[in-house]
């Protein structure tokens, strides 16, 4: 009895999402453009960071080889990037990496992924919203900061935050207002303040090369001892460690730490993918709007880095605020206030950025059932999430409020990075599938030429007709089948799912081992070894399965090397986060888990499907059968 209690409920928790209605029409408004995505990928990724982050990095860790370190993160950013340029093809409907772990590894991990999506986006908004605050504080003499420091202090070191942001829950609510009235609307503002920020980053690259001198990026240990006093001249920063100078002067280590941490600062184009009901033609905008924004923010930011570290001596910079201070170097000192507006607005996009995805997630969720169904709630006039856009809005305003959210924004990663690693997962597992969860939806709502039933019918025919293979050395190395049958799929599923725990056990090894690893201890470097290799052997077993024949308006090349990549980059990075980030991340998995195993397994509605009686949040009868 208690054993089939048990399987029911990993029936139930593993239980795929089916997106079968094929003309059913969004209840969001679809109204944005390929032009609009990019706008919004851009102003969420490129934000302040670009103003702070170049200079603590190049003064820290890879000196000018900083644009090398842009470039490595920018090519680890892509191939999350890809993965998710193929899930907005395949599946345009609201709800980014939840909804794409839904329709193929199961309810479970779906929750797992929206419940992550949720803490990242809440956390980043109370984190900009901070940041907003005291940088405008900063520009008008920090009269604020003086006022919440005299009348509002709070003494409860290590939990709340010394003196409450009063400044930064006015911001997110005045933002919070704006979402409400229309994405639209929305859209517009992010177009505008983006718009300043590109041409305020565009006057920084064209002056820096114009007041910058190719020197700075060719000294070398006489002139640190010759001019050591001269080379830092206006700057008021104490000069950090020149390295071996040159082009490189922390090595190939300082440009690859220097890229873990660039990594970062290409967050949050996946608040595109949560656009998939509000876009005219997903397929195509979506894998567009990622790839675009993704390349307009390689370039800033590598413009942004060379043109500083030409302007300055890499060691001079000021890791707080590099970008006037370099400014002051060449004599341009008025340029900082042009540096004030670009960082504001940059700011003002990123705050947007994190905002506008969280209640999509969240009303995505809710309409599946596994958060409290009144949040699916839609406007009838505005088209918006209107309850899930408030409850989000109030919740950040008050962590805003109430907590120092330094220690908080590595929850940020976290959840980012396993999002992106299930995203990965997903691509690589069900391109190799007999048959797509959704094969009808592929290609609803888009103007592309192929017809709807020659869709459906080339993949029953793969699914239908294919004489199933039987299991053996033959058919995991060649299998006989051009199309995929049951028994290939299964080998890619199992296959996967041993990828992922080398992956993890190769991390663990390299990151928590370093110390043995240095030292020559032959167990580390044989578990890296084993792990490397049957890694490899399992990749190209994936490889030799047959792969989907399903038309899509985008794939991800390079299958399966690239979703592996880009598995292996995640995990990589996450391990590199401290032992507080995880115990931290476990408490918010154990309130998910209450309200799933609580609430949401038992209202889920694919259950209720299965059952033939889905509901909408109003009440009425889904039809989608």
């Known amino acids: 009895m208690g054993c089939q209690l048990l399987l029911n409920i990993g029936h139930q928790v593993l239980r795929r999402k089916v997106v079968d209605c094929s003309r059913e029409e969004s209840r969001l ?29 190049a003064r820290e860790d890879a000196g000018p080889a900083i644009v090398l370190s842009f470039l490595i993160a920018a ?14 093809a395949r599946v345009p409907k609201t709800g980014s990496a939840y909804l794409y772990s ?27 919203a901070r940041a907003w605050s ?6 008008i003499g920090r009269p604020i900061g003086e006022f919440s420091r005299t009348h ?6 290590g939990v709340l935050a010394e003196n409450p942001d009063i400044f930064a829950v006015i911001i997110i609510l005045i933002l919070t207002g704006l979402l409400t009235f229309g994405v639209k609307e929305s859209a517009m503002v992010n177009k505008i303040f983006t718009c300043v ?21 060719q000294l070398s240990e006489k002139d640190f001892q010759n001019v050591s006093g001269h080379l830092c001249l206006n700057n008021d920063t104490k000069e950090g460690k020149p390295g071996a100078g040159g082009f490189m002067p922390f090595g190939v280590s300082g440009v690859l730490s220097g890229a873990a941490t660039c990594f970062y600062a290409f967050v949050g184009f996946d608040c595109i993918a949560t656009t998939g009901e509000e876009v005219k033609n997903p397929q195509k905008a979506i894998p567009v709007g990622i790839v675009a924004s993704l390349l307009i923010c390689f370039i800033a930011y590598f413009g942004v880095s060379a043109a500083l570290t030409l302007m300055m001596p890499y060691f001079c910079l000021d890791t707080d605020s590099p970008l006037p201070d370099a400014f002051k170097h060449v004599g341009w000192e008025g340029a900082k206030y042009a540096v004030a507006v670009g960082s504001l607005c940059a700011l003002s996009t990123s ?60 929850l940020m990663s976290i959840g980012t990075l396993l999002a992106y690693s299930l995203v990965a997962a997903c691509v690589l597992v069900l391109r190799y599938q007999p048959e797509q969860p959704n094969v009808a939806y592929q290609m609803a709502s888009t103007t592309d030429e192929l017809d709807q039933h020659e869709l459906v019918s080339s993949s029953d025919s793969q699914t239908g007709f294919l004489p199933e293979a039987k299991f053996s050395l033959k058919t995991i190395l060649s299998p006989a089948n051009p199309d995929p049958s049951k028994v290939s799929g299964l080998i890619v599923n199992v296959s996967s799912s041993a990828i992922a725990i080398l992956i993890i056990t190769f991390c663990i090894v390299a990151v928590l081992g370093k110390d043995a690893l240095a030292a020559g201890a032959l167990w580390a470097i044989f578990l890296l070894a084993v792990s490397a290799l049957l890694c490899t052997i399992i990749t190209v077993i994936i490889w030799r399965q047959p792969e989907s024949k399903t038309k899509l308006s985008f794939k991800v090349p390079f299958l399966p090397v690239l979703p592996v990549l880009s598995i292996f980059v995640n995990v990589y990075l996450m391990m590199q986060l401290d032992q507080g980030t995880w115990v931290r991340f476990a408490v918010w998995m154990l309130i998910g888990f209450a309200i799933y195993f609580g609430y949401g397994l038992w209202h889920s509605e694919e259950a209720a499907l299965a059952a033939g009686q889905a509901r909408t ?3 009425n009868l889904d039809q989608c059968k």
Request: a negative charge; hydrophobic letters at 55%; one cysteine or more.
């Open 75 to 88: 090519l680890a950013s892509v191939l999350a990037g890809l993965c998710y340029g193929e899930f907005g």
């Open 351 to 410: 705050l947007l950025g994190s905002m506008f995805p969280m209640p999509r997630v969240i009303y995505a969720m809710a309409e599946d059932g596994l958060l409290f169904k009144f949040l699916a709630k839609i406007n009838d006039r505005t088209k918006t999430p209107v309850i899930a856009t408030v409850t989000s809005g109030v919740i950040a305003a008050v962590m805003a409020f109430l907590f120092d959210l330094k220690d908080l924004v590595d």
């Open 197 to 217: 920020n590109v041409l305020v980053l565009g006057f920084i690259m064209v002056s820096g090369f114009v007041k910058g001198s190719i020197k700075n990026w």
């Open 102 to 128: 839904y329709v193929t590894v199961g309810e479970l991990w779906a929750f797992i992924t929206g419940w992550n999506l949720i803490l990242s986006y809440v956390i980043g908004t109370s984190s900009v």
């Open 134 to 139: 005291a940088t405008f504080d900063e520009l």
């Open 152 to 157: 509002m202090s709070l003494n409860v070191p």
């Open 29 to 57: 408004s679809r109204c944005l453009n390929t032009f609009d995505l990019v706008a919004l990928g851009v102003g969420s990724t490129l934000g302040a960071g670009v103003y702070v982050l170049a200079g603590a990095v």
């Open 617 to 619: 949040p109003d009440g």
